[in-house]
């Protein structure tokens, strides 16, 4: 088989003062950073749709990069191109992991019985190649936004013959993930949202989701799936209000319908941004609840309004995102890029210098992180900040048996609370300068 990035050989460390642009500077697989090799805090994913199908259309304009891969497009020899390109993309690039849609994967039919024949074709290809090169599936999921026919939404439908195609791709997805080995499996409730309340029965759409759901797991547990189902939380777009808006309200849906003992959460950063949080927050929020399974990494633009699904270069939220994941002990799934290059970067180069520009940021995340905890400053200062609950009727209030009647006493004894103590925001923020550029 010809070489696809002909040209271009195995991405290599050259360390922070290398200049050449197809090296990584800070991603070195094997340092040991915090315990571990970068390669275990870190299992990157390559996102099957941007990088081996998304060729830079936007609403204005057409496509910009080739990525016919040397195949007519939409037909099967292509779908077998994309899993040529795209395996030895990943090798190249040094990266473990890929996520895909159903439809990413083959042309869609228009008889779904024959869709289905052809992802039985390339996955028993994509299986070959996998076992070839040790590469292996993060998490698997359906597309159900593309097609006309989820216009209304997949489970939130207001057709139930609709619903039912929804719930056939998603057993399908379900099926190839098995098949693949896949950690994971994602719901993106792309359309499940509403455009407005007038035409919309809001309690009805999100019971029909989280029915959807349930015979997901039930499914998926009866053919041996053992990994994480996630919800990807996104506030709007496309539709005007999703229902999945955020981490919080994502969690207390999986709760109030008994599914978060089967789901966890993928966070990805520009949603969290879109939400009107930060990235940390998201993250944050997830890892409280026990709840942070996989993430989405990419970046955002906070001056325009949407979904830009950059690659990500800020050190800064990297570096917080990092912190997060060390304290939750590491992630049950992986870091997914879920980015595209910008339209006007169309070459073969481009592609390789995004994963690498990816690829830094999080070791360098990584690596700042384990400084900020290994410094101390931050976790010492916000345990001291509680100190109140440690002892006396701040313990009391703490372990629960405090009474409000108690907490009156108290106050009443005190006559005027003392302040409650510097909040010191300007010197934390100091420490993680001093950390982050020492
Ligand atoms: C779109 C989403 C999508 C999911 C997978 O905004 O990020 O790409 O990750 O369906
Ligand atoms: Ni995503
Ligand atoms: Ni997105």
Redesign the pocket.
């Known amino acids: 088989m010809a070489e696809i990035f002909s040209g271009i050989s195995k991405i290599k460390y050259e360390g922070p003062a290398s200049k050449n642009p197809l090296a990584f500077k800070f991603y070195d697989a094997d340092r040991v950073v915090f315990g571990k090799p970068m390669r275990e805090h870190l299992p990157f994913a390559m996102?099957w749709?941007?990088n081996l199908c998304n060729a830079g259309k936007d609403m204005f304009g057409d496509v910009t990069v080739d990525k016919s891969f040397g195949a007519t497009k939409d037909t099967m020899a292509h779908a077998k191109a994309k899993v040529d390109a795209g395996f030895e993309f990943m090798q190249k690039v040094g990266i473990q992991y890929f996520?895909f849609?159903d439809v990413d994967l083959v042309p869609e039919a228009d008889d779904i019985n024959e869709t289905n024949a052809r992802l039985d074709e390339i996955t028993d290809y994509m299986l070959e190649k996998m076992k070839n090169t040790g590469i292996q599936c993060l998490w698997g999921?359906a597309?159900m936004?593309s097609n006309p026919r989820f216009m209304n939404g997949a489970g939130s439908s207001n057709s139930a013959e609709v619903f039912c195609f929804a719930a056939a791709q998603v057993k399908k997805a379900l099926e190839l993930t098995v098949k693949l080995g896949g950690r994971g499996y994602?719901?993106?409730g792309?359309r499940e949202g509403y455009e407005t309340l007038l035409n919309t029965d809001m309690k009805f759409e999100q019971e029909n989701i989280a029915r959807l759901m349930r015979m997901a797991v039930n499914y998926g547990r009866s053919i041996g799936f053992k990994g994480d189902f996630y919800i990807?939380p996104?506030p709007k777009?496309p539709m005007k209000h999703q229902y999945d808006y955020d981490a919080a309200t994502a969690i207390g849906f999986l709760r109030a319908n008994g599914l978060d003992k089967d789901f966890k959460l993928?966070i990805?950063a520009?949603?969290a941004t879109l939400a009107g949080h930060s990235f940390q927050h998201d993250l944050r929020v997830s890892r409280v609840n026990g709840m942070l399974g996989s993430i989405?990494a990419?970046q955002g633009d906070l001056l325009l309004g949407w979904?830009t699904?950059e690659f990500p270069f800020d050190v800064y939220e990297a570096t917080m995102c990092m912190y997060e994941v060390l304290k939750s002990g590491g992630l049950t799934g992986g870091f997914?890029f879920?980015a595209k290059t910008r339209r006007p970067s169309y070459t073969y180069d481009d592609m390789f210098e995004a994963f690498i520009l990816g690829m830094d940021t999080f070791a360098l995340g990584l690596i700042k992180a384990a400084a900020l905890i290994e410094d101390g400053r931050i976790d010492e200062f916000v345990a001291d900040r509680y100190a109140s609950y440690k002892e006396g009727i701040g313990a009391r209030i703490a372990s629960g048996e405090a009474t409000l009647e108690e907490c009156a006493a108290n106050a009443a004894a005190a006559k005027a609370p003392a302040m409650p103590g510097s909040g010191r925001q300007e010197y934390l923020e100091s420490v993680v300068n001093s950390v982050l550029f020492s």
């Open positions: 996102a749709w941007h996520c849609h999921t597309n936004f994602v719901f993106w792309g990807e996104k777009e993928n990805e520009n949603h989405d990419n979904d699904d997914n879920d």
